[in-house]
């Protein structure tokens, strides 16, 4: 991960990218999980986060209804967030680019610059230890949806916890 330390000493904001392939069920439950685990630890002055998709076919259009039932659910809104594909600039503009899958991991790795890499990670690996998939409930019914919901938000719980301790400590 990369931080930098600004002139005051204080440490410099990081920015985390949530990919699946549509941008309307996974990323946008981890992004709202994510933001909410953030600002549950006063976190969220010091992490840009955002979601996009492999894939362009759902660009503009709000999260799957299913996605939204779920995060109210638990008290998360994703309804104001909107798909996008996942740009040739977001490769330089995101310290964290965390693919559901692997499928969507190879796909960011064939489009990213390879002095890129270093930033694309399978998210559970990441955040679990687990080389484990998100699964892609859109083909399913409501309960795919909150297990994925549950699998985001034991892994968007470790990222945060970790995030904390690298954003708080005190600098040289």
Not at 12 to 29: D, T
Request: proline share 4%.
């Amino acid at each position: 991960m990369t931080t930098s330390v600004s002139g005051d000493g204080e440490k410099a904001q990081i920015s985390v990218l949530f990919v699946c392939m549509g941008n309307i069920c996974r990323s946008p439950l981890a992004e709202g999980i994510f933001r909410q685990g953030l600002a549950d630890a006063d976190l969220s002055d010091l992490v840009t986060v955002d979601s996009a998709g492999t894939g362009n076919w759902h660009q503009g259009d709000g999260p799957d209804s299913r996605s939204v039932e779920t995060a109210l659910r638990h008290g998360i809104d994703i309804s104001g967030q909107r798909a996008r594909q996942i740009t040739p600039e977001d490769f330089d503009r995101f310290d964290l680019i965390f693919a559901m899958d692997r499928s969507n991991e190879a796909t960011m790795r064939a489009r990213a610059p390879s002095s890129r890499h270093d930033r694309i990670m399978l998210f559970l690996d990441h955040t679990l230890g687990s080389r484990a998939d998100i699964p892609d409930p859109y083909y399913g019914g409501g309960d795919g949806f909150e297990e994925v919901y549950q699998l985001l938000r034991e892994g968007c719980s470790a990222l945060v916890s970790r995030l904390g301790k690298e954003l708080r400590q005190p600098s040289e």
